[in-house]
Each structure stands twice: as C-alpha cells, then as structure tokens.
C-alpha cells in the first residue's frame, strides 16, 4: 500500500497506542495557575481545554502527584478524590468534542518553597542544593526558592508509589495517559543532572545512577497503566529553573536506551532552550532519536512551515505548541487554512488571573 502526503503530514490522523488522534498536532502542557481551593480544576478549566479539543493531542497542565510535589500557586493535583473528580469534568467534555486528553504529572523537587510543603517543611531534592530560581507566592510575590534537603535513600520508593498511583488516579479521571514531567529541573530532571545532583549513593554519581529515578517513575507507570499510555517529556539542554549538566548528550543517550526498553508511547523533547533559542547549546537530537524506535513528538518555538517540515521529513512525529496553542484554540483548523493567528493578550497574565480574560476569551474563527 502506497502513501501519500496527505496520509503522513500534519494534519493527518495518527495511532498513538489504543486511541487515533484526529492530527499529529499536540497542545503541549501549560502550567496557568488556575485551579481552584484544594488545587482542583474548575468550570474555567473545563471550557479552555475543551475548547482546544480539535488538536489531535491535549497535555495537560502539570499536576501534583502529592502534596509534596508542589511549588507554585494554583496547580492543580491528582492526589485528592476532589482533584479526581475535578479532572473528570474535564476530560468527559474533551471526550464530548471529540478529543483525546493525556495528563503531565510532576513533583517540582527542589522548585519549591517551604510555604507549599506540608508542615511548612524544606522541599525534597537529590541533594541540598538550592535552585537559583523563583516562585511566587501569594501576599508575598516572586520569592527565591527554598533550600531543599536531600531525600533519604529509603524515601525515594515513596515518592516512586506516589507517581504509580497518581497515574491510577488519571486513569478514574478518564484521561487518555499520562506524560510523566522528565523536564525543566523538576525533581525527576534533578536527579538526572550533575548540576543537581551530588548524591554518592545509587542514584547519584554515575550517569546509570542519575537515571535510575527516571526508570524507576517510567517503570511504576507502566508497570501500573501500561506503556501505551505512558509518555515522557525531556529537555536535554534547557538550562530553566537553573538546570545544568556537564555531559548531556552522553546522559540523555542512555536515557533514551533505557527509555528504548520500558518503550512508552512517547517521548516528548523539549528542543533548546524552553520558551526561548533552538540553539542555545549544541546538542544532537538525530542521534537521539536513532535510539528509539517509537513515538517522537518535538517542540520548541514551532510555526506552521518548521512544523509541516519536520513531519514531512520525518523528523518527528508529533509536534506540540505552547503559547499558539494558549492564543487559538482552533489551531489545527488556522494553520490548515493559512488563516492569521491571535497574538497573545498584552493586559492578561499567562499565569493566574481571576475571570474569564486571557484565559477563555482568545476566540476561534467563525463556524
Ligand atoms: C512555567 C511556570 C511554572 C511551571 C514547566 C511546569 O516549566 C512548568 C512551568 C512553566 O515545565
């Protein structure tokens, strides 16, 4: 059987495991800061994912897999049965329109700060080593980061547990999957990182060592919901919330061989710099890609042509969108038709924010 374009770009649908998105076009996660008391998604929530329930792939936001996990205002969790609940409103209605909804789950480690921790307790980390980072915290504002304590050898299965269980959790809440949060400094991406990671036991030191967190999360989720509703998202060069590793390209190789064997449904890349350069340091995607032979979703600063482009040529698989995604919800049907993009509101925060504006009201083209 022959292929053509039409069947492979874009705007094609693709498998992903046991669900078929309806294009190759994925809503990549967007922290908002927006949940509602007790972190719970609320009637706001719901209408912005689904009114982006034409792209063939919605990740949502970052959710705590604990009370621990947290760091910032208003993220919401999976470790409630309110947050269950909450969540389920939210993928019924992206399931009425037609969608698929996938959820990122994340423990922010050493990204956090005392006020956010049960008991008002140090946040959890490889090691003690504060990130040169912010977060903001109410009444107060944009506040450095807390001094974490290194986690105790015989806490990590623990944390490990609240992963596999969070992931139990977004299955009751009808999600499609989950993505497991391996990016951006955030506990899992610590541990990976020398800059973070100082440990001289079994998960620090050597590269195996610094990954063996991440097989062992990767390993619960599948092992809990199965790999074919299991992604990953990386970002092996981006330096935000003070991320830094001497060898990248060695360490994220053996990720990716490891990543190779428990072979979730994806792996999500995080190309550059988060939000910023593609180029910021020199690193070679291609060769990480060759080791793995399943699902590859790209992004990073994606236009309609570098996206067409990169599935034409099979660069990629996938390709998620931030920001275009935030501004028009009916992405898919903009870039098809060459319609103009809204830009982003000037007198609406990306994050937080009380009523409807420059969260609900970016609008799509008329029907
Ligand atoms: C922006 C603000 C707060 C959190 C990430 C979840 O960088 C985030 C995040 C982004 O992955």
Redesign the pocket.
């Known amino acids: 059987m022959s292929t053509t374009p039409a069947d492979t770009g874009l705007y094609s649908p693709f498998p992903l495991g046991p669900i078929t998105l309806a294009n190759r076009m994925v809503m990549a ?1 967007l ?1 908002r800061n927006r949940a509602e008391p007790g972190n719970v998604p609320g009637p706001m929530t719901i209408e912005y994912y689904a009114q982006r329930a034409s792209v063939g792939l919605i990740i949502a ?2 959710t705590q897999v604990s009370a621990q996990a947290q760091g ?1 205002i208003a993220t919401p969790g999976l470790h409630t049965p309110e947050q269950i609940a909450g969540w389920k409103k939210v993928t019924d209605e992206v399931h009425a329109r037609g969608g698929k909804i996938f959820v990122q789950l ?1 423990h922010t480690g050493r990204m956090s700060h005392t006020a956010f921790q049960p008991g008002e307790k140090a946040p959890v980390a490889p090691s003690a080593v504060r990130a040169n980072a912010k977060t903001y915290i109410p009444g107060a504002g944009y506040v450095d980061t807390s001094e974490p304590r290194a986690l105790a050898l015989d806490e990590i299965a623990g944390i490990v547990d609240d992963f596999r269980s969070a992931a139990r959790h977004a299955i009751e809440a009808g999600f499609d999957g989950v993505e497991v ?1 391996g ?2 400094g ?1 506990l899992i991406d610590a541990f990976l990182r020398d800059g973070s990671n100082k440990r001289t036991d079994a998960y620090g030191g050597s590269i195996e060592n610094r990954a063996r967190f991440l097989v062992e999360v990767m390993s619960a989720v599948v092992g809990e919901i199965g790999a074919e509703r299991t992604g990953i998202r990386i970002s092996p060069v981006s330096p ?2 003070d991320s830094s590793e001497s060898q990248p390209q060695p360490l994220f190789e053996h990720v990716v061989r490891e990543l190779e064997k428990l072979h979730p449904v994806y792996i999500h890349v995080v190309e550059g710099f ?1 939000g910023g350069p593609r180029d910021n340091a020199p690193f070679d995607y291609a060769a990480l890609r060759q080791l793995y032979s399943g699902v590859w979703m790209v992004n990073n600063g994606y236009d309609k042509a570098m996206a067409e482009a990169a599935v034409a040529e099979g660069r990629a698989d996938l390709v998620s969108f931030g920001r275009l995604m935030i501004t028009n919800p009916d992405l898919p049907r903009r870039f098809k038709e060459n319609a103009p993009l809204n830009e982003l509101f000037k007198d609406a925060p990306l ?1 937080g924010g009380v009523g409807p504006h420059g969260y609900i009201d970016y609008p799509a083209l008329p029907a």
């Open positions: 996660p922290t936001e970052a910032y994340w949060h990016a951006h955030y935000v919330n988060t994050y």
